[in-house]
């Protein structure tokens, strides 16, 4: 009777330690006091707070999520990776979407589903260019939620494209989440793939611009240089 459970003991022993480092592989390569930080967030609306309140990087460069953890500032690329890598500890894939644009900066945006519907976390220098909740049944309508207040500072609607969803776990083998470097390589990576039209060439000739009205909205606590 000893002898057959020590056989069934050894028999476990295998799934035990493969069960270990699978929970240490969901580190991410975060230290305990990260993870705990992010899992606090809680939500995607949690992340977006987390993300409003960092005050808005106006400097060229491209933190990690860990460097925007510990110097609690982001620019819309790094608030877009961030709030993809919070989505991850949370339990989403760590997806984006890139929004490009003519005449103006393009947007990065961290996309979450939730009964197959589409939400956004993001962090903006513009007010509604930030969170989406999650009732927009496809990437395009998603993207066209940020139309109308998509707009350059000669008060042009610029918004024209949007990618397909990048899952940023091919990124793994470089450490995106933890790294020290600059992590331009997603950035490289956006502008290389196929973007889809969001309208005609009519479309875009009969545009107007925005309002005062809308752009006095949207610049509230916009930072400047």
């Given at each position: 009777m000893h002898s057959n459970k020590s056989r069934r003991r050894r028999a476990r022993s295998p799934r035990l330690r493969r069960a270990r480092s699978t929970s240490s592989a969901q580190d991410f390569g975060f230290t305990l006091s990260e993870l705990r930080a992010l899992r606090a967030l809680k939500t995607p609306a949690g992340i977006q707070r987390f993300v409003d309140d960092l005050p808005y990087n106006l400097?060229?460069?491209?933190r990690s999520p860990r460097k925007v953890l510990h110097d609690?500032?982001?620019s819309c690329l790094e608030g877009g990776i961030f709030a993809a890598a919070a989505l991850r500890i949370l339990g989403f894939p760590p997806?984006?979407?890139?929004l490009e644009a003519e005449g103006d900066t393009d947007h990065v945006v961290a996309?979450?589903?939730?009964?197959?519907?589409?939400?956004?976390v993001a962090k903006s220098n513009f007010t509604g260019c930030r969170y989406r909740e999650p009732v927009y049944r496809s990437l395009r309508e998603l993207a066209m939620s940020y139309f109308n207040i998509y707009f350059n500072l000669r008060w042009e609607r610029t918004l024209r494209r949007y990618s397909r969803?990048?899952?940023?776990a091919r990124f793994d083998h470089l450490n995106w989440m933890t790294t020290q470097t600059p992590i331009w390589f997603i950035a490289e990576h956006l502008c290389d793939i196929p973007h889809i039209s969001l309208l005609t060439s009519t479309m875009e000739k009969?545009?107007?611009?925005v309002d005062p009205r809308t752009i006095k909205a949207e610049m509230t606590g916009h930072r400047k240089k």
């Open positions: 400097s060229y460069t491209a609690r500032t982001a997806l984006i979407f890139d996309i979450f589903k939730v009964r197959e519907s589409w939400g956004a969803p990048v899952n940023l009969k545009l107007t611009r």
